[in-house]
């Protein structure tokens, strides 16, 4: 169990599989400093599982992660005061998304490191790990995004309907570098924000 109980033992599981994305989200499976070996082009998803062994022999670049398989009932508050709890200022860029008629997480989320170098001890912490809070059985299980990058990110959100909404349903950044690294910034809100049909 890691310190302040948010997280329990270890999960033998199977390398996770790749999560079907909206179109939207698809990015060229190189992006992001990925080093394809033959079985990668055997099976496209297999692009998507994170090995932090290749992200420590520089075989990977990428920085952007997906968190699966988070319980419902997490807020954005929550999921990152766990993640806060070992890796605070690694990241600047931090997104739960909101099912906004039930008000709960559709049950993943998406960080980007600062430094490539970060993600292979933030595995260690959560990566097929059970959740303790709310007695869920649920498994968090990581995964590279499709979306690579804090400013492709940006690129991606800045113009959606999210930009409408609450502020605590929106996506987040922080400072990623300079005296106030891992501080929050702003949300650069784009000039064409769609709005959310109803």
Request: proline share 8%; aromatic share 8%; with cysteine.
């Amino acid at each position: 169990a890691s310190k302040g109980g948010l997280l329990l033992k270890k999960v033998a599981m199977s390398p996770p599989a790749a999560v079907m994305m909206p179109m939207a989200m698809a990015a060229p499976p190189c992006a992001g400093g990925l080093v394809m070996g033959k079985e990668d082009r055997k099976d496209p998803k297999m692009h998507l599982v994170l090995d932090p062994d290749r992200v420590a022999l520089g075989m990977d670049r990428r920085t952007t992660l997906m968190i699966r398989n988070i319980p419902n009932k997490y807020s954005q508050k929550m999921l990152l005061a766990a993640v806060d709890e070992h890796h605070r200022g690694t990241y600047d860029f931090f997104y739960l998304p909101i099912d906004f008629k039930n008000k709960c997480n559709v049950g993943y989320a998406f960080i980007n490191f600062i430094d490539v170098a970060a993600i292979p001890s933030f595995a260690r912490t959560f990566d097929r790990h059970k959740w303790e809070r709310f007695n869920s059985d649920k498994v968090c299980e990581l995964t590279y995004a499709r979306i690579q990058g804090k400013s492709a990110l940006i690129s991606h959100f800045q113009n959606s309907s999210l930009m409408a909404e609450d502020r605590k349903c929106r996506p987040l950044i922080f400072h990623s570098d300079g005296p106030m690294v891992g501080m929050p910034e702003p949300f650069p809100v784009g000039p064409n924000v769609r709005r959310r049909e109803q």
